[in-house]
């Protein structure tokens, strides 16, 4: 068969004869060259936040060397916002539900910035307020969600808002396909490739964000120490891997992070594994605590009093046959804990081991598109997509590990389902539930 050819110019106006294999990597060549080019022009329009501080503090550590700089700069801000942090934990559900929206919104915008940098250069119509429609529409719809979960029973006693639960996915899948056709009539010929790009870049930035944001505000409702113990774990984590890694750091642990060694990848996981025992000891003794957030009928509001479950109160265990040595030199044969703390264990080997693959990933990310950080809000440690990128992953592993081996049925979540069955299949199972109650004679113990 003869070899497919053609003829390029060389420039001096001769003229060479290339096959189709070598002609199709020069291009290949060009394009990656150009690639790299928009890269870089990219790059430069989106923030660079690492290195960004206040003059004052500037001016007070100038006399340092930029590494032990950093180390300050960043020591600094951390303890400022564990600080902010443990205020919001004061503030008490409401205040820590209103700061995961906030979080949320501006991890959004960090992406988004990304791919609008993409949109400015192209002038691709509507990406923008394509992405916060998406955002609302997504909000309204995972939100919606807990509301229901949570206020079922009170909101079905009121009739405009009957009609909003009811029809509440239907109304949030009409609302996505507006949306939907907006983008579609947005669509311009010479842009398809860079406008399904943008799209997709968009729901990828939704569900790293807003769903991860809608499980945290579930882990919340379940207890706050399903939020505040994860959340300290990873917080731990990042600190001591840092710190070890600062000082005893020599062995490089990925590629996509050279800074990252393991020996701060060790320190900082054993670290962590301490630190959530011990966090989890001491919060477990407190109702406030660990008693899931609930709307009570009889008070009107939500409230946070229970009688403690069987996770938060001290039982005996009798310690493995190599630990018995160790406990017979105490004078002891058993040791008490809070079962709970069996459950941390399991959180803090997860925030210490796959954790940090969070922060991998979105350094990788930052990476593709050379930028050191997602945003500039928070000197020496970039954007809050920055500080947050565990913390999503972490969100995730926490609800799915509540839901397959901690929360059970209550009554509030059952009467809501109640609630939204017919009047017949409602009167149904009153009879079907009475019925069983007076066979167990439950019904005739009740004065």
Request: proline residues 4%.
């Amino acid at each position: 068969m003869s070899e497919l050819r053609h003829r390029r110019g060389d420039g001096d106006g001769n003229e060479k004869v290339e096959t189709a294999g070598e002609s199709d990597h020069v291009d290949s060549e060009e394009e990656k060259v150009l690639e790299e080019k928009y890269v870089d022009e990219l790059a430069k329009t989106l923030p660079q936040g690492t290195d960004k501080t206040p003059e004052i503090l500037d001016s007070a550590l100038s006399g340092l060397s930029s590494r032990w700089r950093n180390w300050v700069i960043r020591g600094i801000f951390t303890w400022l916002m564990i600080g902010g942090f443990c205020l919001l934990i004061y503030g008490g559900p409401l205040a820590l539900m209103i700061t995961v929206l906030c979080v949320q919104v501006k991890c959004f915008e960090e992406i988004i910035n990304i791919g609008y940098a993409v949109y400015r250069v192209h002038g691709l119509p509507w990406f923008r307020s394509l992405s916060w429609y998406f955002l609302l529409t997504s909000n309204y719809f995972f939100y919606g969600e807990n509301l229901i979960d949570y206020f079922g029973v009170v909101i079905n006693r009121t009739d405009y808002l009957h009609f909003l639960v009811t029809y509440h996915r239907f109304i949030s899948f009409s609302l996505y396909c507006v949306g939907f056709v907006w983008f579609v009539l947005s669509l311009v010929k010479r842009y398809y490739m860079r406008q399904f790009s943008l799209f997709a870049w968009t729901h990828v930035a939704l569900l790293i964000v807003v769903t991860q944001s809608y499980l945290i505000i579930q882990n919340i409702f379940e207890g706050l120490i399903w939020f505040i113990v994860p959340v300290s774990m990873i917080i731990c984590n990042d600190v001591m891997a840092y710190v070890f890694g600062f000082f005893f750091g020599k062995t490089p642990l990925i590629k996509l992070s050279p800074k990252k060694t393991w020996e701060g990848f060790i320190g900082g996981g054993v670290s962590t594994v301490i630190f959530g025992l011990v966090l989890s000891y001491m919060m477990s003794q407190y109702p406030y605590l660990v008693c899931p957030i609930e709307y009570s009928d009889s008070l009107g509001r939500m409230t946070m009093d229970c009688e403690p479950s069987s996770l938060f109160r001290l039982q005996d265990y009798t310690p493995p046959q190599f630990l018995q040595p160790v406990m017979k030199i105490l004078g002891r044969e058993k040791f008490n804990m809070y079962p709970f703390m069996i459950h941390s264990l399991a959180l803090s080997i997860f925030s210490s081991v796959i954790g940090p693959f969070g922060g991998f990933f979105a350094s990788g990310f930052k990476r593709a598109f050379k930028i050191k950080d997602f945003g500039d809000v928070i000197p020496g440690h970039g954007g809050i997509m920055d500080r947050f990128d565990c913390q999503f992953l972490m969100a995730t592993f926490v609800n799915v590990y509540i839901t397959s081996f901690i929360r059970t049925a209550t009554p509030q979540k059952l009467l809501q389902q109640v609630y939204n069955l017919k009047p017949e299949q409602q009167l149904q199972l009153f009879y079907a539930l009475k019925e069983s109650l007076e066979h167990r004679n439950i019904l005739n113990m009740v004065p």
